[in-house]
């Protein structure tokens, strides 16, 4: 089982990544959401996890992108945002969940199995 996670801090992607390999996922990163897209037009991932605020292309534009051709894998975004009218445009746009920066690992692997079995 694969998970995307698409941060521009390396330092999160790292968190994301250790996190998630202790429950057995191979994690892959991306530093910004172009790269995501290009990633994730060449692999099949469970789930994606972005963060909203990148430099390139940032998580709603790369949602948006990503939803016009994928409606099925479960996206969470990850971000300190906590503006509701962000939440509210990420939800239209095919978020699955939203998390709240900074996190704990253990509620990161409770939201994650929720949507991976």
């Given at each position: 089982?694969?998970?995307?996670?698409?941060?521009?801090?390396?330092?999160?992607?790292s968190?994301?990544?250790?996190?998630?390999?202790?429950?057995?996922?191979?994690?892959?990163?991306?530093?910004?959401?172009?790269?995501?897209l290009?990633v994730?037009?060449?692999?099949?991932?469970?789930?994606?996890?972005?963060?909203?605020n990148?430099?390139?292309?940032?998580?709603?534009?790369?949602?948006?992108?990503?939803?016009?051709?994928?409606?099925?894998?479960?996206?969470l975004?990850?971000?300190?945002e906590?503006?509701?009218?962000?939440?509210?445009?990420?939800k239209?746009?095919?978020a699955?969940?939203?998390?709240?920066?900074?996190?704990?690992?253990?509620?990161?692997?409770?939201?994650v199995?929720?949507f991976?079995?």
């Amino acid at each position: 089982m694969k998970v995307l996670i698409v941060d521009d801090a390396p330092t999160v992607r790292s968190l994301v990544k250790t996190t998630l390999e202790a429950m057995g996922i191979t994690v892959l990163g991306a530093s910004n959401g172009k790269e995501a897209l290009d990633v994730v037009k060449r692999e099949a991932f469970a789930l994606i996890i972005s963060d909203i605020n990148m430099p390139v292309m940032n998580g709603l534009d790369f949602l948006k992108a990503f939803r016009s051709f994928n409606r099925r894998t479960p996206f969470l975004v990850l971000t300190t945002e906590s503006d509701p009218g962000k939440k509210e445009v990420a939800k239209r746009l095919g978020a699955t969940g939203w998390i709240v920066k900074p996190f704990r690992p253990q509620d990161l692997s409770n939201v994650v199995r929720r949507f991976v079995r």
